[in-house]
């Protein structure tokens, strides 16, 4: 047999699959969706296994040296969503399988065999079950090592279930192992082994009786550590398991880091316009019928208890559900409402587990035992056989679109695997993308509109407050006359305040006054930020750090002053205008920590604060009943940057944040201190008109040829030596002219806004276009031909559909 084998080389991407030899002790063994383990050139590398086949056209194969997985870690649809991803996205096919696979999947592992059945083992297979006889758990490696014609009559005892294998993940991803305790021989032999002990071995004879006394349940196996819990000995246990009267084992035990805290929950009546928008999705599951819907529906309209049903109905057909949400709304509470209503049916993939937690979930997933799998983005690829339904809360937050190769947006991935299983796609925001918008408009997406909050709760009243007059009128802190004063009325009665502010640091930058010196990273074209709590200035795109300075490096001058407002300044300032009142603040410093997050929302949620004080991740999912006034510091933060999207993320940022407040029996209100208060983004966004919002943008949009009335690709290109990374950009800017057709427009070649990164310089350019069947083939090879390796080259890099253009 033949196996079709893309092979892991990262730097040049080769793109088609070799043919390998399988030797005939692999025959049988090897499926597609395995990792092998090839000769390639004068090294060894990894391989995934694409196809089987009798022929080869080539004479002289090599063959496979090992396999690296057991069974097929990717399914065949996830095999040719692979494929598809590496054509969509221009990258290496490998790299798109390995974006499907957990992260521990790509640590060492340690396969390790077991036994289960010796006396049919030794029956079948005498020689294996000799081997055996020194343990009943060995590593597979080990084994088959010296002998690589055994295995492919482990896989038989394999098959037969006669054998079992584990997997023990290295490292910190290790899955959580106990040992249990249980009877190895009969009754009888127990009670005659207590007869014969010596009264010194008092410990001993307690464990047997224990078992004595359990022999009528065959089911009892209790853990190593809850016997010694009980006060009986370990070293008694570990002896009778020596002279083979107890059979000790070693399980894994499925961490489930939401354990401790789960309250089980039950459908709500739904509202009108819920029943509505639900209807048309439970038709298109009970008729198989693929189908975009997009729920477009108010903060608090219920559009969650709506996923929940419909969810409901997906178990009810014996399928799978994949949901997801952005990172920083995977907060518990979010994670909880799922956990609630389908308990340890669901899984959980979120940054926040360690790498052996979300190996776990992915291994439940894959093993069938669960149904639903909630995460961020790469749970987009959670190895369900038979989706039945997929859900993405939040469709417009742009961190669905993964920034590195491979550059997917799981929008897209969504909706190709759900036509492959005949099931629908549910978008859900109130405040969608444009695209999204303009797609259920053209009638390619089917829209569900939620108008109401549930139980008519009103939407939180909004005031604009315009900071060009509050300078004016010689108020220069970064609060408002208005926004204080609501502040402190909410302190008296105490109730909460949420304040937003999108930066983060203590400063966005250091400046001298004298003579206008920002003080820059010297590896990247970009202002460094400083951190009060060390005196340091730091680059976010580099972690370069120093020491603050004291006098100008230029001018020598002592004025330097610090611009820009951060969470810590203000959190200094609050502290100083309302001493009494108790902050929490939350931002990419504070929650660092695994679990911080999770701990500072508790902390919030049981009043121990009166503020929250945070930056984007406090934007979203957040449901607490005492909040009341929602602060937006300063909502033009987001308005100038160089992006066509900057109007678009203000104004989802802005009825996001709003929608904090008054959710629940107290009404809420809304600040927002801006410095354009005139900016339809801002004032839409206040009035809540999403409609108006949309007319406005859609027509900018159109008259720039922008996002949704044209696709972009961005190419980038970076070079440690400026005129080399230009004179490949001249070039591949004439290529793509030549080759493209007229009504595509190419850009560039253009340097953008930040110029250097990590002592690389940077070129873009960029083609807009419609319909461009040339365009794939046209980067294909623009990224061959001018892909370099090593670190002194030329990098490129292709974004088709990109969310951040900087
Ligand atoms: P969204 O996801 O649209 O922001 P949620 O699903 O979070 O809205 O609903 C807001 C609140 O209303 C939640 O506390 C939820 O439990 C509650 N809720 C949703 N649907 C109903 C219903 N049909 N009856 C009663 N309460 C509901
Ligand atoms: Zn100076
Ligand atoms: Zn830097």
Redesign the pocket.
């Known amino acids: 047999m033949i196996a079709e084998v893309y092979i892991d080389i990262p730097a040049n991407p080769v793109n088609k699959p070799f043919d390998y030899r399988i030797p005939d002790y692999l025959d049988e063994v090897i499926q597609p969706g395995m990792r092998v383990t090839v000769p390639f050139g004068r090294t060894r590398r990894l391989g995934f296994v694409t196809e089987l086949k009798e022929q080869s056209e080539f004479k002289q194969l090599r063959a496979i040296d090992s396999i690296e997985d057991h069974a097929p870690v990717l399914t065949q649809e996830l095999l040719d969503v692979g494929l598809w991803l590496a054509e969509t996205t221009l990258c290496a096919t490998v790299t798109a399988f390995q974006a499907m696979l957990p992260a521990a999947m790509k640590a060492e592992y340690k396969k390790m065999l077991q036994v289960e059945e010796s006396e049919q083992l030794k029956a079948e297979d005498p020689e294996l079950a000799k081997i055996f006889e020194t343990g009943k758990q060995l590593s597979w490696t080990e084994i088959t090592k010296n002998n690589p014609e055994l295995l492919k009559r482990i896989n038989r005892m394999l098959k037969k279930g006669l054998l079992s294998i584990h997997q023990l993940v290295r490292n910190q991803a290790n899955a959580k192992k106990v040992i249990t305790v249980s009877a190895a021989v009969s009754l009888e032999r127990l009670k005659e082994e207590v007869s014969q002990l010596s009264d010194r071995a008092k410990r001993q004879k307690e464990v047997l009786n224990l078992f004595i006394g359990k022999s009528e349940d065959a089911s009892y196996k209790p853990t190593m550590n809850a016997l010694v819990q009980n006060g009986l000995s370990r070293e008694a246990i570990t002896r009778l398991a020596d002279k083979s009267l107890l059979r000790l084992e070693q399980i894994e035990q499925f961490r489930d880091p939401y354990a401790n805290y789960v309250q089980q929950t039950q459908p709500?009546?739904?509202?009108d316009e819920?029943h509505k928008a639900l209807a048309p999705i439970m038709q298109s599951m009970n008729t198989g019928e693929h189908r975009v819907f997009l729920c477009h529906?108010?903060?608090?309209?219920?559009?969650?208890?709506?996923y929940l049903q419909a969810i409901q109905r997906v178990l009810e057909l014996e399928k799978q559900a994949i949901v997801l949400v952005p990172e920083i709304s995977l907060t518990p509470q979010m994670v909880l409402r799922f956990k609630g209503r389908f308990g340890d049916r669901v899984a959980v993939m979120h940054s926040g587990l360690s790498r052996g937690e979300k190996y776990d979930e992915w291994r439940k997933i894959r093993e069938g035992k669960v149904q639903v799998a909630v995460g961020a983005r790469s749970a987009v690829f959670a190895p369900f056989k038979k989706i039945g339904l997929i859900i993405i809360?939040e469709e417009h937050e742009s961190s669905y679109k993964q920034e590195d190769t491979p550059r997917y947006h799981a929008r897209d991935v969504a909706i190709h695997r759900a036509k492959i299983h005949h099931c629908p796609v549910v978008l859900?925001s109130?405040t969608p993308s444009l695209e999204s918008f303009a797609r259920a408009r053209k009638k390619v997406y089917t829209l569900l509109t939620?108008k109401e909050?549930?139980?008519r709760r009103p939407l939180p009243s909004v005031q604009i407050v315009d900071l060009r007059e509050e300078m004016r009128e010689g108020n220069h802190s970064v609060f408002s006359r208005l926004l204080l004063e609501k502040l402190k009325d909410r302190l008296q009665k105490k109730e909460q305040t949420v304040l937003f502010l999108n930066r983060r640091g203590y400063s966005t930058f250091v400046m001298c006054r004298s003579c206008g010196t920002v003080v820059k990273c010297p590896h990247c074209d970009i202002s460094l930020t400083y951190h009060r709590a060390h005196h340091l200035l730091k680059c976010h795109y580099c972690g370069y750090e120093q020491k603050a300075p004291d006098t100008c490096p230029t001018c020598g001058s002592d004025a330097m002053r610090f611009f820009g407002t951060g969470t810590q300044k203000v959190e200094a300032e609050l502290n100083c205008l309302l001493p009494e009142a108790r902050v929490i603040r939350m931002d990419v410093d504070t929650t660092r920590q695994k679990g911080s997050h999770e701990k500072l929302l508790c902390q919030f949620g049981d009043e121990k604060a009166d503020i929250l004080l945070g930056t984007q991740m406090i934007a979203k999912g957040l449901?607490f009943p005492k909040v009341t006034l929602v602060g937006v510091l300063a909502a033009d933060s987001l308005l100038h940057l160089p992006d066509f999207r900057a109007s678009e993320k203000t104004f989802q940022l802005i009825t996001q944040v709003s929608?904090r407040a008054g959710?629940h029996r107290l009404p809420g209100e809304v600040v927002i201190q801006s410095y354009t208060p005139d900016h339809y983004a801002v004032s839409d966004a206040a009035r809540h008109d999403y409609e108006g919002f949309y007319q406005q943008e859609m027509e900018l949009r159109h008259r720039g040829g922008y996002p949704p009335f044209f696709y972009l690709a961005l190419i980038s290109l970076t070079h440690s030596e400026p005129a080399k990374a230009a004179d490949a950009a001249e070039r591949i800017v004439s290529i793509l002219k030549k080759n493209l057709s007229e009504a595509s427009l190419v850009y560039g070649p253009v340097v953008p806004a930040i110029s250097k990164i990590k002592d690389r310089y940077r070129y873009q350019c960029m083609v807009k276009y419609k319909r461009e069947p040339a365009l794939i083939p046209v980067l294909q090879k623009i990224m061959q031909h001018f892909q370099e390796s090593g670190k002194d080259s030329l990098q490129v890099s292709i974004d088709l559909n990109p969310v951040v253009l900087m």
């Open positions: 709500l009546d739904l509202t819920q529906g108010v903060t608090g309209s219920g559009k969650t208890e709506i809360d859900g109130a939620l909050r549930v139980n449901d929608g959710r």
